[in-house]
């Protein structure tokens, strides 16, 4: 972090210089993606003045690296006549990451801008919804057939050799179907004899995904079987792209993120943009909705309590365990849900393993349920909070209803958080949705319900 | 997952009849990790008899995709005279990872097994920590001088193509040194002139990290420059070993898995055991120790609601909106947790911009806690859901201390969900263990104090 702060010092003292060839000098020593650090930190005038004492092609380096909305201020700043050249200079896949964050408009006009042999490729690429293995594809890629001997293959590949991304996996396809047949190694080529076939030298794995594949159905197979570039296919197998092992370690980030993000009840989808930049709107915009509806909910549970409203005057020590209960329910349903929703995502069992989990959760739950209550009902026993107990009661009863209380509840919480995301799943809406607040709002109500019947029934009150 | 279950009900068949040919015959198709994927639903005898149906060969392509407890099992059944042959084909990455995972007596006499080359190597790579660099990295890389032609790095590779896992990053170190130079592409050998020398095609990029670092902090370094493969240096910059993209998604996977059970207050650190087949007594020695120590918090909540019993019992209404009050407070405490936890694992501020995250989370939670009192306000005074009030109170002053208590709580949760993380990163702890579940709890205590406060000056009570 140090050297960001002082790279930024150093960036602000050179844009205050004339020219722009000292700050030139110093941005060429600085990998793009620490630039990119630096200049979100800028403030907007120095933004500007950054961007336009650049030459284009240090622009095309940058844009990559920035969050999508930066990437098009700086694009806005750069009159319009050089627009072509940058997008030249950009890989496929990042100049259709930068097409997909700009406003329609914008992008339209940018879409224009592009050489011919760009603009179909780009129009096709963005055909595909952002988050599937069409959308995040690469089209640079290299490709042999089986006919090739070595030599025509490395005299082919030479032409291609800085435009493709990926040389280390070559793929083989069909001269007239274009369909995927398996791939060869750069080393196949490099350490065999040159008047080799590649058909003798090919492998003949084909794994690979369909364009309209989930995003993370690409990766979860690359992390499976250790691929590095996944060929991307259609419906008739014919090689459209390929997705590579940067990609897939982003798409993996950005999922865990998004993830995390629905099991804290924050809602829409991660955008690329830094926390400390993200406008305070937008996060009140994310985190506004679930707290709202949480909160309406939350009202059930305060009726239960009115309901119960007498019980609890005549023996306010119930009222002294009812957080306790409420948080061990809500605490156990997230650790169950967290537990179910990551083997699923894993892709470890499907729904259909429904009994299973349940089997499994019943026990997990009815064990730490009654372990809980066994440690809380010895404390009240042995070491209480409080003695004053309305006629008729006694601290045994009142330690007995909080250990079945606990007991219960968190055996149904348990049950609850690890089912639901299940049926969520089934019913094919995202598993984090029903994440830890949904079910912590859930197993409150259940809870205040199974505790104030026991002590009915055990106190008779 | 059809597919799984399809090729369960083969092996079962297969594993029925006499010799095993049929049985390799058709584990043979099939990638090792899909075999392992059915290896862990079969029953212990069965996965003992197919364990010994198989040669040598095959086990050792199954055992890096195994989790460690089945494939030290799988080891056990084996015979020990074959060990040697099965660590021989191992990778070293994998046969340490299967090293570590043994019990210390069984290790030992693995490591007395293997050949003498690999001995030595194995305790080298055996001395670094599971979750460091060097404990990730594979000593399987290419590496040429500058003073080499391309044809002689080519005679050099061939020796070891079939070995080396990374040969698209060849890396460039000093003779006599052994330093890390730069690196070359295998494209860089093949498309130049034989006679070219490595140090005019190599190039000096020499960003690497340090055998002792955090996996973590090397991933971040791998994403962060588009790396494919990170070369793993000690203090005097030698090349010790290298950290593949496969290595990579690995960690990322395993860390995001961490960060998202701290969150759920499971304790110490996820196994590569498959959820369904994690003993009962494993999820309950990692769930209860959390749920315990947070329930005993509770009783703090529970002591103030008892403080405030008088309160309570004259003005009921109060009861009704406690449980949302705590809650509100609890949910967007881990929200602002989530995002700044998150934040810092990006590696998008460190803990020096406590003032600036402070800032930023204060404007939110004062805007989204006035925003759910002015709702839920209006909903009091419009749509009550009770309208029985001792004398003296009346529905707009309940609405009123409602409408504070929900602002006051959720800026005060939001601020200490964003800043406790940030201390207990300056303390050198785990952010994520602070998280969600913990921080409700604190909140709980802090909301209930503001409600009754309030509630006792506002209505005079």
Known sequence: MMETVERLDEITKLLGQDGGSALLDFVTEIHPADISLCFSKLEEAQQRAFTLALPPQKIAELLPY???????????????SEHA??????????LVDLLQSLKIGQSRAAIHLLPESKKALAQSLLSYPEDTAGGRMTTNFATVYPEMTIREAIENLRENAEITEVLARIFVVGKDTGKLLGKVRLRDLTFNRRSTHIRDVMSDETISVRAGADQEAAVMMMSKYNIFALPVTNQKSQLLGVITYDDALEIQEEESTEDLEKQSAISGTPSDERYLETPVLEHIKRRFGWVLFLALIAIVSGLVIKQYEELITQTIVLAVYMPMIVAAGGNTGGQAATMVIRAMSLGEFSPSSFAKVAWKECRVGILIGGLLGLCIGLQIHFLPVTTEFPEGTNVSNIALTVCLALTAQVATSTLVGALLPILAKSARLDPAVVASPAI??????????????LAKWILHL
């Open 66 to 80: 920035l969050p999508t909305s930066e990437a098009s201020e700086v694009l806005a700043w750069r009159p319009s």
């Open 85 to 94: 050249a940058i997008f030249d200079q950009l890989n496929d896949d990042d």
């Open 440 to 453: 912590t709002t859930v197993v409150d109500i259940t809870g205040l319900i199974i505790y104030f019947s």
